[in-house]
Antibody, heavy 121, light 113 residues
Framework: EVQLVESGGGLVQPGGSLRLSCSASGFTFTTYTMHWIRQAPGKGLEYVSA????????YYADSVKGRFTISRDNSKNTLYLQMSSLRTEDSAVYYC??????????????WGRGTLVTVSS | DIVMTQSPDSLAVSLGERATINCKSS????????????LAWYQQKPGQPPKLLIYWASTRESGVPDRFSGSGSGTDFTLTISNLQTEDVAVYYC?????????FGGGTKVEIK
């Protein structure tokens, strides 16, 4: 089955850290750019970060640059998001997302069910 | 960043009628490289992740009912749901992928009147 399954969300205090994981199956993970997109409760979608299939080229939204690090382990078909210096405004459901066409054209045909991150004291 | 503005924020449509959602980008998302508009539409039902409906502004994703159609070019785009069904109740988002600094519209909530 083609799917993405996120894990690692939870409650963390402001200034804390958390690492999200996304396990991919059913497609050739190693050939697709992968993304994290988040959605605050009751709000819209916000792009967070992306990583090329080569694991080298990475992209970040200004709101998370310098605090979040995206990575992937192609041998494990797994995507990661290391989040540090967390703020209350980082509270959201974080979706792991696959682009539709290899490393090109960033529209998304596969979304995980998301993992909830709550930043609160 | 390219700002995507959707309108209306919400709309209520009778079953079987047409729903029209607009999306305007702050700059053109038309690529002269491939002569395509880098604009996608997603549907998000409560408690679910978004689902791709339309890409390249007007190409329907496999498995999406043909009552969903996309149109427009440059900066102005439209998602039309013809013959609205109860299962179409959802929030709809547009997204530009013209630049790597991806942006989404604020969403349009579609309900049954």
């Amino acid at each position: 089955e083609v799917q993405l399954v996120e894990s690692g969300g939870g409650l963390v205090q402001p200034g804390g850290s958390l690492r999200l994981s996304c396990s991919a199956s059913g497609f050739t993970f190693t050939t697709y750019t992968m993304h994290w997109i988040r959605q605050a409760p009751g709000k819209g979608l916000e792009y967070v970060s992306a990583i090329h299939s080569n694991g080298i080229n990475t992209y970040y939204a200004d709101s998370v640059k310098g605090r979040f690090t995206i990575s992937r382990d192609n041998s494990k078909n797994t995507l990661y998001l290391q989040m540090s210096s967390l703020r209350t405004e980082d509270s959201a459901v974080y979706y792991c997302v696959k682009v539709a066409v290899l490393d090109s054209y960033w529209y998304f045909d596969l979304w995980g069910r998301g993992t909830l991150v709550t930043v609160s004291s | 960043d390219i700002v995507m503005t959707q309108s209306p924020d919400s709309l209520a449509v009778s079953l079987g009628e047409r729903a029209t959602i607009n999306c305007k980008s702050s700059q053109s998302v038309f690529s002269s490289v491939n002569n395509k508009n880098s604009l996608a539409w997603y549907q998000q039902k409560p408690g679910q992740p978004p689902k791709l409906l339309i890409y390249w502004a007007s190409t329907r994703e496999s498995g999406v009912p043909d009552r969903f159609s996309g149109s427009g070019s440059g900066t102005d785009f439209t998602l039309t749901i013809s013959n609205l069904q109860t299962e179409d109740v959802a929030v709809y988002y547009c997204q530009q992928h013209y630049t790597t600094r991806l942006t989404f519209g604020g969403g349009t909530k579609v309900e049954i009147k």
